[in-house]
């Protein structure tokens, strides 16, 4: 399935979700009403989609993860070498903790499995994006075998768990700062450079 498979309609609403989420609106609680409004529709046609609000915000983080990995997916077709995959991978990241992450956290606390947020259950959206990211760092290591002369001889292992703590490394550093409202333009060139440094790191 892809993101695209879902209606225009269906889209509309979980953009809604994901804008009242971002303005802090307990998604717990949140009434169909107040999602309805936020997706300019009425009431009534919430429910020609979704037959509760659990689905609703059930599809709603599908969507979320789909969109995610269709994103990071095409990363790589998109760059030339490795150099300019890590430079689209570090924009990706900022543009995710800047624009979506707090709305994201929301949803988070609303998908955890067993027991209420925080009592160290990973929910569903976390566990998908942490394997989304792990997994790309394998056709990372493809293009870096391709693209650079020192990536001859890289362990894959290695190479692996060290771009995977980069990668969480920098969003982790730069949502902590962007929740604190801490995030300047000079902390995130300080947060990029440490993210490049750990970069070469992966390729010695």
């Known amino acids: 399935m892809r ?3 879902y209606s225009p309609k269906e889209v509309a609403v979980f953009r809604a979700v994901l804008t009242l989420a971002g303005r802090g609106v307990n ?6 009403q107040q999602i ?3 997706a300019g529709m009425g ?3 919430l429910y020609e989609y979704f037959t509760s609000k659990e689905q609703l915000l059930n599809d709603t983080v599908s969507w979320c993860v789909l969109h995610e990995l269709e994103t990071v997916t095409a990363l790589p077709d998109e760059a ?3 150099d300019q995959l890590m430079q689209r991978t570090a924009d990706y990241i900022e543009q995710l903790v800047t624009r979506r992450a707090v709305a994201y956290k929301m949803l988070a606390t609303v998908q955890h499995r067993k027991g209420p947020p925080g009592c160290g259950e990973a929910s569903e959206l976390e566990q998908r994006c942490q394997q989304m990211i792990y997994a790309e760092t394998g ?3 493809e293009l870096a075998r391709r693209t650079l002369p020192q990536a001859g001889d890289l362990d894959a292992d290695f190479f692996g768990f060290m771009l995977f703590s980069a990668v969480m490394g920098y969003a982790s550093a730069l949502f902590r700062d962007n929740m604190n409202g801490c995030l300047t333009s000079e902390r995130l ?4 450079g440490n993210f490049a440094r750990m970069v ?4 010695q």
């Open 200 to 203: 070469k790191k992966c390729l």
């Open 27 to 32: 998604l717990t609680e949140v009434k169909m």
């Open 3 to 5: 993101s695209s498979d």
């Open 80 to 82: 030339a070498d490795f």
């Open 36 to 38: 309805a409004d936020a």
């Open 43 to 45: 009431k009534g046609t």
């Open 189 to 192: 060139a300080r947060h990029r």
């Open 139 to 141: 056709r990372a290591y």
